[in-house]
């Protein structure tokens, strides 16, 4: 096996970012980029609403990552799926024998498809996510190889919106003319990576709070039993800060570097900022995104007291100041932030964040266990069609190439100086000197006019 090239895209709610790592063939990803572009209204609760806007940001992070590999040219991607239209929706199955028989791959294989072949209407089926195994009503956590007539098998079938998977189709296959090599949940990529096994049979709350949606998952005995996507996040908060006349990077500021959460009043410091109105704001509506995240561990069937292990959280969101205080207090639960911690994780660029990047780098590490294929290929000229099929042309000798003689420059005249002139002067002074004198009388007779 060869070390391979691996391009993921995380569609967020925000931003979206991509990442590139090599998989080493003894399970080692080393993470070489990660690269971003804001998002702003092309896409909404985490699902692709302006498919030309989105290519447009999408293209220019894979001009980014190609720069970084020139000249490879990116032809594969695998994409994080996640937003609101993602939840989990709980099937239970059972099969039964004559006799007491051995469990075995193919009986587990056949319940599995069986929960597969569920209907589901207007949605597309991602994962089974085991959540319970009972043979002859006792709960196993390893059903292979135990014995009994009867094995009844529980799962969550993770699903989205017919809808928000073909818009991905369009953005990537037609409008960037890449392959999807595959797709990834999200929230399951992160709980494999950020959650430890005691935590999961424990019991525990993963919170992924993001821009505009939140997504809880509640662990139990080892396996996912409930997830579920709210539509609100903290850009509900910023939103809300807009009211005070502020637009919404402003607001945006204002709620990352001096809002609190817990509704403390921040000390007046000469500024026209209201600070008592401000945080009455944000506390209101953290309260209401608190207060829906706590009544999810109802709606799974729990009570805090049986999630032992607590709350993990992640996202940017998560930074809120006061916001995890106030959670961790309002659930009785104890609380810590989420990061990626793996040592099958090597990062090679300072850049990259392991607690701010870990949506898209789980999504990343969770295509590479899966089998993902390489994603770069050679950027080689094309021939145009029927160049293949030209014969080769035969080469004649060359003929001794025989240099023209150089023709002679003509003669330039030397310009007269004043020397020249003086000895014109003097050797025509010297012709009349030298000529005879005339006899004074042949010179008298020849002035006679007689």
Known sequence: MEEKNIIAIEIGSSKIKGALGSFSPSGVLTVKAVEEEPLLDWVRYGAVSNVEETSRLVSGIIRKIENRVAPSKVSKVYV???????????????????????????????????????????????????????????????????????????????????????????????????????????????????????????????????????????????????????????????RDITTLNYLEDKAEELKRKVADA????????????????????????????????????????????????????????????????????????????????TPEIRIANSGISAADDADVLSVLYEAAVHGAQECLETNTVELLPGDEDLPDTELLPEEPVIDPMPEPEPQKKKKKGLFDKWSKIRTGLGKFLDEPEEDEDDAELSDDPD
């Open 80 to 238: 994080g799926l996640g937003g609101r239209s993602c939840c989990s929706m709980r099937r239970d199955v059972e099969t039964q024998f004559n006799d007491d028989r051995e469990i075995t791959d193919d009986i587990l294989r056949k319940l599995r498809d069986e929960v597969a072949e569920c209907a589901l209407p207007d949605r597309d089926l991602y994962a089974v996510v085991p959540r319970q195994y009972t043979v002859d009503k006792r709960v196993v956590a390893r059903p292979k190889g135990t014995v009994g007539r009867n094995v009844r098998f529980s799962a969550n079938l993770i699903t989205c919106r017919v809808a928000s998977k073909r818009n991905i189709d369009l953005l990537f296959n037609d409008k960037l003319n890449l392959t999807i090599g595959g797709y990834e949940v999200r929230q399951l990529a992160l709980g494999d990576l950020v959650l430890t096994s005691d935590e999961k049979h424990l019991g525990c709350m993963l919170v992924d709070f993001g821009a505009e949606t939140t997504t809880v998952s509640i662990y139990k005995a080892g396996h996912l039993q409930y997830m579920t996507t709210l539509p609100m996040g903290s850009r509900n908060i910023t």
């Open 262 to 341: 817990s509704g403390k009043t921040s000390i007046d410091n000469g500024t026209a900022i209201d600070y008592s109105k401000l945080n009455e704001m944000v506390s209101y509506r953290a309260g209401e995104i608190i207060a829906n995240i706590r009544k999810q561990i109802e709606l799974a069937g729990y009570r805090p007291a049986d999630l032992s292990a607590g709350i993990i959280i992640v996202g940017r969101a998560a930074l809120l100041s006061g916001f995890n205080d106030r959670l961790k207090q309002s659930t009785q639960m104890k609380l810590r932030v989420g990061s990626i911690t």
